[in-house]
């Protein structure tokens, strides 16, 4: 386990908002880690940008490992939740759904440039602390399972191929797409990324039923 040394107690007034400065201070951190990652994240960087004194970030988190942990689980996991997750409720076709998440990824050179917040947090962490481990694998997870589930609504609903495994396609969309996002930070060139966007694209197409097909249907790139 990571711990910081000689970290001040939890001392002084608590904060007039304690849930607003806890926001901040999660917002923060996670631009931070975004940024330079877990173990270079700067403390000082957080709270200036948080607006925020250090009295109150240890007033909320015991260490800087407590306050990954929560960007992890609050933070990332909502990310997550918000943008692969949640569409995939209850829709009557998850490859459209599927496509337009695929697409809606940025393009934007700086986002390229720093990767996936997920992806980095997991390829830096998992290594040296188990409970970073976790936590990623918990949301890598729940992005995986909701893909399995939908493909295999779909499958019910005539909409997608009977003759797929869905935790297999699920897992195989996944390590594609983590793979183009190692393979455009690692370039910095936004071309890669969209070279994948159009062969996921290209594979969802293909686990179309032909009797699945629906009018309007989100076009191939």
Request: glycine share 8%; hydrophobic share 35%; with cysteine.
């Amino acid at each position: 386990m990571l711990r910081n040394k000689g970290r001040p107690g939890r001392s002084g007034a608590a904060p007039r908002d304690p849930e607003r400065t806890r926001k901040r201070l999660l917002q923060a951190a996670f631009q931070e880690i975004h940024r330079s990652g877990f173990r270079s994240a700067d403390l000082d960087a957080i709270l200036a940008k948080a607006g925020v004194t250090k009295g109150a970030l240890y007033h909320h988190f015991d260490n800087k490992e407590a306050l990954g942990y929560a960007v992890a689980d609050e933070i990332i996991a909502s990310k997550v939740y918000q943008k692969w997750v949640q569409p995939l409720r209850n829709t009557e076709n998850p490859i459209d759904v599927l496509i337009r998440i695929f697409r809606s990824e940025s393009l934007k050179r700086e986002d390229v440039q720093r990767g996936c917040y997920l992806l980095n947090l997991s390829e830096e962490m998992s290594g040296l602390d188990e409970g970073f481990r976790r936590r990623t694998a918990r949301i890598y997870k729940g992005w995986h399972d909701a893909m399995a589930e939908a493909l295999r609504e779909g499958q019910k609903r005539r909409v997608v191929r009977n003759d797929i495994n869905a935790n297999e396609t699920a897992t195989f969309l996944i390590a594609a797409w983590e793979g183009y996002a190692v393979l455009g930070k690692n370039s910095q060139d936004p071309r890669i990324l969209r070279s994948g966007q159009r062969s996921v694209v290209r594979l969802l197409e293909s686990l179309r039923r032909k009797s699945g097909r629906t009018k309007g249907r989100v076009k191939a790139a």
